[in-house]
């Protein structure tokens, strides 16, 4: 029996408006026939009036906690990953806490883009392991529609809004988070970045990415860091039920599995639904699978991400 941080409960939210590839085709010199061949895109939601990274992420949660059976005041940690907070600061976890009514726990957001949700379940696992929490939300938030270039269709096309939860607990048994394996290779930054921020700009800015380069680099360090993950626990691709990757783009998700040999009907596929949420991709696809029934209690899954910085990550979950 070993201590581990269990997945008690998944929820996601999505923005009411939901775009397809011909809507933005009338918006820049785009077509849905080249979204999907590219990038597997058909549809992505985008926030209205009202709809923040906080609110989305509150919204997840509560269905998260609802999924869990646990009451929001039983929480002391609470973890949002997001490159898109409501306000410079402070926290949109803060936020996210008031919305849910909780008074006093531990709530702080982390920034690794893309990433963000495999590196505050990496935090929340390694707080809950050591007794600084007992129960936590995890929450992946965004609302990068706020931060794209609506006139730049190399990146306008790619991206959706969202946010997905998790409620995790620290128990005794064989459930849980088994691993996880975190890395960052700042050299990076010029390929995929905003070209604004507090403390330069004094401006939030926009997305910048050089997609074909960042692509090759998904590749090998998503294959890496799922083989390094699945090695630190003793296991192998052929144990693994699901792959709940980020869904950056449907060629990525076919590249790594192959790389692996793994079949693609083991891959959870949301991107086509979704776009590319970052931090919120992972949960949401978790969320989708746990939801309609494909991801069962007992199994193996690996959870995978890479965005800008470059940041990238894995985590081993027997579910
Ligand atoms: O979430 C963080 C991690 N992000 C990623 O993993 C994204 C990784 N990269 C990608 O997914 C792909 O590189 C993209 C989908 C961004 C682009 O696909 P690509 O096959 O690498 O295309 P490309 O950038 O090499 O562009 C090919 C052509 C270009 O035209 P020329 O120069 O060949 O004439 C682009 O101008 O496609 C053109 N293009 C478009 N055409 C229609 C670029 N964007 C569009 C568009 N509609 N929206």
Partial sequence: MTFRSVILGT????????VSNDDLAQRVDTSDEWIVARTGIRFRHIAGEGETTATLGAQAARHALAAADVQADTIDLIILATATPDQTFPASATKVQALLGI????????????????????????????????RAIVIGAETFSRILDWEDRTTCVLFGDGAGAVVLEGQEGEAGILSTKLHADGRHNELLYVDGGPSTTGTVGHVRMKGSEVFRHAVVNLATVMTEVLDSTGLTPADVDWVVPHQANARILDATARKLGLSADRIVVTVDQ????????????????VRDGRIQRGQLLVLEAMGGGFTWGAAAVRY
Avoid at 11 to 18: C, I
Avoid at 121 to 133: E, F, K, N, P, Q
């Fill in 11 to 18: 929820g996601s939210a999505l923005p009411k408006q939901r």
């Fill in 103 to 134: 008074h006093d726990c531990i709530a702080f957001d982390v920034a690794a883009v893309c990433s963000g949700f495999l590196y505050a379940l990496s935090v929340a696992d390694s707080m809950i392991r050591t007794g600084a929490a007992r």
């Fill in 274 to 289: 979704h776009a590319n949420t970052s931090a919120a991709s992972v949960p949401l696809a978790l969320d989708t699978a």
